[in-house]
């Protein structure tokens, strides 16, 4: 084999991966195209916050942490209307997408909708003080990420993921590994990091 062969033959394998990966990592085409009487699309419709959730919105997601560019609120009945069959066979890259907490979906106006809960103003702060923990979501007492709030913000908070007027369990929950602080204007959740 000469040179010249083998250097096509190496660019040729390059550029199936690279267009595998960007592929991959495409947004899906919103699956079907049928809408509800308020205009949403169907796999984004909702009536309540318990039918929306968080995916994203490619195929194979993003390497890292995702924001809200990476991710979509979609109708938890729904997701296989949006995604249309369009990631069927697809191959997606072997990397980790970390979880953000922050991220969650809620229903507006009849509409799944993506929200980073560290950019809303029921994170703002302008001390440490004013930060709690809570779990992201509206019921649960124990979270292995939780996220930062303002502590005077709670009601704002339930009323973007509980459904109506939730009753959650009689339970504390505890986050000994994480602190809340306020970081440049926002309660942000720190992991506490144990000194050897």
Same mark, same amino acid.
Request: hydrophobic share 35%; net charge negative; glycine share 8%.
């Given at each position: 084999?000469?040179?010249?062969?083998?250097?096509?033959?190496?660019? %040729?394998?390059?550029? &199936?991966?690279?267009?595998?990966?960007?592929?991959?990592?495409?947004?899906?085409?919103?699956?079907?195209?049928?809408?509800?009487?308020? *205009?949403?699309? &169907?796999?984004?419709?909702?009536?309540?916050?318990?039918?929306?959730?968080?995916?994203?919105?490619?195929?194979?997601?993003?390497? %890292?942490?995702?924001?809200?560019?990476?991710?979509?609120?979609?109708?938890?009945?729904? &997701?296989?209307?949006?995604?249309? %069959?369009?990631?069927?066979?697809?191959?997606?890259?072997?990397?980790?997408?970390?979880?953000?907490?922050?991220?969650?979906?809620?229903?507006?106006?009849?509409?799944?909708?993506?929200?980073? &809960?560290?950019?809303?103003?029921?994170? !703002?702060?302008?001390?440490?003080?004013?930060?709690?923990?809570?779990?992201?979501?509206?019921?649960?007492? !124990?979270?292995?990420?939780?996220?930062?709030?303002?502590?005077?913000?709670?009601?704002?908070?339930?009323?973007?993921?509980?459904? *109506?007027?939730?009753?959650?369990?009689?339970?504390?929950?505890?986050?000994?590994?994480?602190?809340?602080?306020?970081?440049?204007?926002?309660?942000?959740?720190?992991?506490?990091?144990?000194?050897?």
């Amino acid at each position: 084999m000469t040179l010249m062969t083998r250097t096509l033959l190496a660019l %040729g394998i390059a550029s &199936v991966l690279i267009s595998s990966c960007t592929s991959s990592h495409a947004a899906t085409d919103g699956g079907t195209d049928a809408t509800t009487d308020s *205009g949403a699309p &169907v796999w984004a419709s909702c009536t309540d916050n318990g039918q929306c959730m968080v995916i994203s919105a490619s195929c194979c997601g993003s390497c %890292g942490q995702p924001t809200t560019d990476d991710m979509i609120a979609v109708n938890r009945d729904h &997701v296989s209307d949006y995604r249309g %069959g369009s990631c069927d066979g697809i191959g997606c890259p072997a990397c980790f997408m970390e979880p953000n907490p922050n991220l969650i979906a809620t229903c507006d106006a009849g509409t799944c909708r993506a929200l980073d &809960v560290s950019t809303l103003p029921i994170s !703002s702060c302008s001390a440490d003080s004013e930060c709690t923990l809570r779990v992201p979501s509206c019921c649960a007492c !124990s979270s292995s990420a939780p996220i930062a709030i303002r502590a005077d913000a709670e009601a704002d908070f339930q009323s973007l993921v509980c459904v *109506g007027d939730e009753v959650c369990p009689d339970c504390v929950p505890a986050f000994p590994d994480w602190s809340a602080a306020c970081i440049t204007g926002h309660c942000t959740g720190l992991q506490v990091v144990a000194m050897p």
